[in-house]
């Protein structure tokens, strides 16, 4: 059941409860409403997509509460510090690469090796994030496909049933998303166009932002906030290979243990909430075993299964072809 409070310390409180026991909280920020979840706990973020109905992985921005723990995630080089400093708190997200101590879990970067971080003005995302003392991962709070909420009514009608509670905090200040500026390259890039005008930021820093190559993918799976792993991979696999390592669902593959196999199962219950918060992980970790090739068991289509379809169809691209 979905519960919708209005602001105060009793209903930051249960919040913050809600929070820490995995469970998601839509709050209000002075851009758009967020759909919020510990961003390091990787069975919450996954739970967001499950919410939204999102049909593929996207990353999603990491709120946090001051410019601590925001260098404590990300490398800021000079320039992003300089913005950060200029522009937070405030409708400004910073994609930066990830320090060795990132605590934002693979999947809510859908297994970048960069996170998106931000700095909400809004005193109800302030205390909350303050009170986590983690940083919140929010996507907009709206069904994939939909328009972001403005307004704790619109989230409610998103969402009623689908997560736990509603901080109703009145309509957003701002009513249009963060402006997004990647650090990930020798000149930042404006990601997306929000609140903060492109020309204000050029002004400040005295340097022109690069547009993204408009969807410029080289292959599917190549476009930039996508993770590749470096193994290629073998998709509704019934048997494993001589040379392969496997991820596996649902215990598929237990007639192949052996020693020396690499093989993870996403979920040997067959819940895809759990599959969808091992899958970056997994995928990283056989890159790091040094294998070539996996082969992975079938996945069911339906709910999360969508996604992680989604993101296993287009690590399966190689990703050699330059
Ligand atoms: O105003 C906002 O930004 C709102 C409030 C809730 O903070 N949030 C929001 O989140 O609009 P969302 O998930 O709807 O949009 C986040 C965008 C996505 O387009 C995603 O692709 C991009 O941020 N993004 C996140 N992490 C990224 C990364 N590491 N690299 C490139 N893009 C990234
Ligand atoms: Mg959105």
Not at 61 to 71: G, K
Not at 182 to 200: D, H, V, Y
């Amino acid at each position: 059941m979905t519960v919708i409070a209005s602001i105060d310390s009793q209903s930051i409180l249960k919040a913050t409860n809600l929070l820490k026991e995995g469970l998601l909280v839509a709050m209000p920020t002075e851009t758009v409403y967020g759909l919020g979840a510990d961003a390091t706990n990787s069975r919450a973020v996954a739970a967001i997509y499950a919410a939204k109905g999102r049909p593929s992985f996207n990353p999603l921005i990491a709120h946090v509460s001051d410019l601590t723990q925001a260098l404590k995630e990300a490398e800021f080089s000079e320039t992003a510090l300089k913005l950060a400093e200029k522009f937070w708190p405030g409708p400004l997200t910073i994609v930066a690469p990830i320090s060795f101590q990132c605590s934002v879990c693979d999947l809510a970067r859908a297994g970048l090796d960069s996170v998106a971080l931000r700095m909400p003005k809004d005193l109800t995302a302030q205390r909350l994030i303050k009170a986590l003392g983690r940083p919140i991962a929010a996507p907009s709070a709206n069904r994939s496909g939909h328009i972001s909420s403005v307004t704790a009514e619109h989230v409610a009608s998103d969402l009623l049933g689908k997560i736990d509670l509603i901080l109703d905090g009145g309509p957003t200040k701002l009513g249009l998303e963060s402006t997004i500026i990647s650090f990930c390259q020798a000149t930042p890039i404006i990601l997306r166009s929000g609140i903060i005008a492109r020309e204000e930021i050029e002004e400040f820093l005295n340097q022109r932002l690069t547009s993204p190559v408009k969807d410029k993918v080289i292959a599917p799976g190549m476009t930039l906030a996508h993770y590749a792993p470096l193994a290629t991979l073998r998709l509704n696999a019934k048997d494993i290979a001589e040379d392969e390592a496997a991820i596996d669902f649902g215990a598929q593959f237990n007639q192949f243990r052996k020693t020396n196999l690499w093989m993870r199962d996403l979920s040997a219950t067959q819940n895809l909430i759990e599959a969808a918060s091992n899958l970056f992980t997994f995928l990283r970790e056989a890159d790091k075993s040094g294998t070539k090739k996996i082969a992975v068991a079938s996945i069911p289509k339906h709910g999360l299964g969508e996604a992680i379809n989604d993101r296993l169809m287009r690590a399966s691209v190689p990703n050699n072809i330059a």
